[in-house]
């Protein structure tokens, strides 16, 4: 538990610098000179970056174990934002965050390679997942105006140097913090403590995917379809990233869209708290969680009766459901020895998304709302999602 509490707090601050940043780089950008396409390019660019980390986390990790990429992927993401801070041209502010995007892949897959390898069993394993989901959440109710706030009060050079120096001591912490032990390799161990009957429901390859469908090869197969879904919310995230600081309600000030962000978050909260959701299947949370995000975004698409506000904070409640349910279904069908290389498709795919997203949204502004563009990657997602090839599944 203590390795679990440790991983948190490391996830923790990364969200909260990664979060942090959202409401202060479109203006740092424009403060450089940027176009609003370009300052899409260079949202989009840090997610295009995560692929070949999360390539290499996929099977480093699986290989390595997860501390020596969490200590690197911090301590060099610290010190690539201390160099964003003297940046003055928008192409070296691409240049750095395609490099931060790059160091940063290496997280994700690592603490929640890690933090799935610590459950005895599938229960715990669900909890372990809505406990990082919790912490995400959490980081990024707090860093979005916070990070504003430090624009407002010190400017962007003092506001990324802190922001830098945080993930440098987290990463030196991290020497110290987590420690590693040898898991159990094979899928007939993924949950020693389980009943034979429920372990069973792990480890049984066609249980997952018919004949017919591409698939990952594991314990169970999982249909390669199923990575529409993340791709489709993290490209409508983007938009929604991109979209956000530019809207005439946040244009005001720094602040304003950082408390825009916040409600998202805040959104989030409340649904992560309802614990007795972690009792409902994954697909089920998945598919319905998607689908009221997709109902969202057509709503703000077509300027609904609802608020802006009402609007951020209902996404925040769709994604409070999504995010752990993903996770969850993933590591419950997933032997030890692959979570990494699960989790880094997991992570390419939120990857792929959140590149397409607002480089899409700084191109079709001008022709279409880009919140119709969400809806419709959502929808898609959707609509070839293999429902039949989950259904012998007991979670």
Same mark, same amino acid.
């Given at each position: 538990?203590?390795?679990?509490?440790?991983?948190?707090?490391?996830?923790?601050?990364?969200?909260?610098?990664?979060?942090?940043?959202?409401?202060?780089?479109?203006?740092?950008?424009?403060?450089?000179?940027?176009?609003?396409?370009?300052?899409?390019?260079?949202?989009?660019?840090?997610?295009?970056?995560?692929?070949?980390?999360?390539?290499?986390?996929?099977?480093?990790?699986?290989?390595?174990?997860?501390?020596?990429?969490?200590?690197?992927?911090?301590?060099?993401?610290?010190?690539?934002?201390?160099?964003?801070?003297?940046?003055?041209?928008?192409?070296?502010?691409?240049?750095?965050?395609?490099?931060?995007?790059?160091?940063?892949?290496?997280?994700?897959?690592?603490?929640?390679?890690?933090?799935?390898?610590?459950?005895?069993?599938?229960?715990?394993?669900?909890?372990?997942?809505?406990?990082?989901?919790?912490?995400?959440?959490?980081?990024?109710?707090?860093?979005?105006?916070?990070?504003?706030?430090?624009?407002?009060?010190?400017?962007?050079?003092?506001?990324?140097?802190?922001?830098?120096?945080?993930?440098?001591?987290?990463?030196?912490?991290?020497?110290?913090?987590?420690?590693?032990?040898?898991?159990?390799? /094979?899928?007939?161990? *993924? =949950?020693? !403590?389980?009943?034979?009957? $429920?372990?069973?429901?792990?480890?049984?390859?066609? %249980? @997952? &995917?018919?004949?017919?469908?591409?698939?990952?090869?594991?314990?169970?197969?999982?249909?390669?379809?199923?990575?529409?879904?993340?791709?489709?919310?993290?490209?409508?995230?983007?938009?929604?990233?991109?979209?956000?600081?530019?809207?005439?309600?946040?244009?005001?000030?720094?602040?304003?869209?950082?408390?825009?962000?916040?409600?998202?978050?805040?959104?989030?909260?409340? /649904?992560?708290?309802? *614990? =007795?959701? !972690?009792?409902?299947?994954? $697909?089920?949370?998945?598919?319905?969680?998607?689908? %009221? @995000? &997709?109902?969202?975004?057509?709503?703000?698409?077509?300027?609904?009766?609802?608020?802006?506000?009402?609007?951020?904070?209902?996404?925040?409640?769709?994604?409070?459901?999504?995010?752990?349910?993903?996770?969850?279904?993933?590591?419950?069908?997933?032997?030890?020895?692959?979570?990494?290389?699960?989790?880094?498709?997991?992570?390419?795919?939120?990857?792929?998304?959140?590149?397409?997203?607002?480089?899409?949204?700084?191109?079709?502004?001008?022709?279409?709302?880009?919140?119709?563009?969400?809806?419709?990657? @959502?929808?898609?997602?959707?609509?070839?999602?293999?429902?039949?090839?989950?259904?012998?599944?007991?979670?």
């Amino acid at each position: 538990m203590k390795t679990a509490i440790w991983l948190y707090l490391f996830m923790f601050v990364a969200f909260f610098d990664l979060h942090a940043q959202y409401p202060i780089l479109s203006p740092f950008a424009i403060s450089l000179g940027a176009a609003p396409s370009f300052i899409g390019l260079i949202l989009g660019v840090y997610s295009i970056t995560h692929l070949p980390g999360n390539l290499i986390a996929g099977f480093g990790v699986d290989r390595y174990g997860s501390k020596r990429f969490i200590v690197f992927s911090l301590i060099v993401a610290g010190i690539v934002l201390l160099v964003q801070s003297r940046v003055t041209d928008p192409w070296d502010l691409l240049i750095i965050r395609s490099i931060s995007g790059f160091v940063l892949a290496f997280l994700s897959p690592a603490c929640l390679s890690l933090l799935a390898k610590l459950a005895k069993d599938s229960v715990q394993q669900s909890k372990l997942m809505a406990g990082n989901g919790l912490v995400h959440t959490m980081a990024s109710v707090l860093s979005p105006a916070v990070g504003a706030f430090l624009v407002a009060k010190l400017g962007f050079v003092h506001s990324f140097t802190i922001l830098g120096w945080i993930l440098i001591v987290t990463g030196v912490l991290a020497i110290f913090g987590v420690k590693e032990k040898q898991y159990a390799q /094979t899928a007939g161990e *993924l =949950f020693p !403590n389980e009943s034979p009957g $429920l372990a069973g429901h792990h480890h049984h390859a066609p %249980a @997952l &995917a018919n004949e017919d469908s591409p698939s990952l090869e594991g314990p169970q197969r999982i249909p390669w379809l199923f990575f529409g879904i993340p791709l489709a919310i993290s490209c409508s995230q983007g938009i929604l990233f991109f979209e956000l600081p530019l809207m005439k309600e946040s244009s005001g000030s720094i602040l304003t869209s950082g408390i825009l962000f916040s409600l998202v978050s805040l959104g989030a909260l409340v /649904t992560l708290s309802m *614990l =007795f959701l !972690n009792r409902i299947s994954p $697909l089920l949370r998945t598919s319905m969680g998607s689908l %009221a @995000l &997709a109902f969202i975004f057509f709503g703000m698409s077509v300027h609904w009766p609802l608020p802006i506000h009402v609007s951020l904070f209902l996404i925040g409640m769709a994604k409070g459901v999504i995010f752990p349910s993903i996770a969850s279904l993933l590591a419950s069908i997933t032997s030890r020895d692959r979570y990494g290389r699960v989790f880094s498709i997991l992570s390419i795919s939120f990857s792929i998304g959140a590149f397409i997203g607002p480089i899409v949204a700084g191109h079709m502004r001008s022709h279409t709302s880009p919140y119709f563009i969400a809806f419709l990657c @959502l929808m898609a997602a959707l609509s070839i999602l293999p429902l039949r090839a989950f259904k012998p599944v007991h979670i």
